[in-house]
């Protein structure tokens, strides 16, 4: 199941049980405070959240994003993100089935999706490489990922 974030306990939750590539992400994104400063970047971005069952088969968020509108008059473009809990390698099928879907629709309504990501979050490109999403422009115009990250975009 997926739907809007409605309660801080579901950011709270991925935090809690973030998986290791995305916190080690954040870690070198956010520094010490990565769990706070990121809580406070999620809150107000009406993202989107996945249920799938932990391990003992309850219902849990499994993981959360969204598409931060950047469009203009000239461009529809968004900011895609995705932060995953361990749980989702219990949720494989249910996980890859939900990005897939999210990602076509959102190619409906943008004409770009990029973000930037940890090179050391194997997982995470893996996943952005079998959605479409390209690793073929480094130092795009514009956006200069910090050091240790490599920037990604889907074109439609």
Known sequence: MIKNIESKNEIMFILN?????????????WGKYWKRLTFESIQDKNGLVLYGKNYEGDTVPIAIGGFYDLSDETCSIACVWLLSSVFVYNNKHLFMKTLKNQILAASKKYSILYNYIYEANHDAKTWLSKLGFCFDNPNPILITPNNGFQFFYKTV
Not at 17 to 29: F, G
């Open 17 to 29: 049980n973030i998986r290791q590539e995305d916190k080690r992400e954040l870690k070198a994104l």
